[in-house]
């Protein structure tokens, strides 16, 4: 089992930046792969930043330039910098943690951009 735990969601200002972090403990393997989801109000979750522990990152078309996708494989906590924030931004995000049989997901953290 993997636990997941998100924060450093909060309300910003368009425009504004905001980091948010994924505390990941339990049984983790060697290879696995990091993802950070949005799900919007009213709209289904979708993947915007992942990274796979060999460095490799993948954005989605929305956040590139954007948001950029770290791992501190030492305290195991993943990070999504986020800036330039638009209202579409807003939302739940989700940590996931994917690896062959494992599917674990964070409770989500909720970003607002609004001013």
């Known amino acids: 089992q993997v636990q997941l735990v998100e924060s450093g969601g909060g309300l910003v200002q368009p425009g504004g930046s905001l980091q948010l972090s994924c505390a990941v403990s339990?049984?983790?393997?060697?290879?696995?792969?990091m993802g950070w989801y949005h799900q919007a109000p009213g709209k289904q979750r979708e993947l915007v930043a992942s990274?796979?522990?060999?460095?490799?990152?993948n954005y989605a078309d929305s956040v590139k330039g954007r948001f950029t996708i770290t791992e501190d494989k030492a305290s195991h906590t993943v990070f999504l910098q986020m800036s330039r924030l638009s209202p579409e931004d807003t939302g739940l995000y989700y940590c996931?943690?994917?690896?062959?049989?494992?599917?674990?997901w964070g409770q989500g953290t909720q970003v607002t951009v609004s001013s």
């Open positions: 990274i796979i522990n060999s460095g490799i990152t």
């Open positions: 339990g049984d983790i393997v060697r290879f696995y792969r």
């Open positions: 996931n943690y994917w690896a062959v049989g494992v599917d674990s």
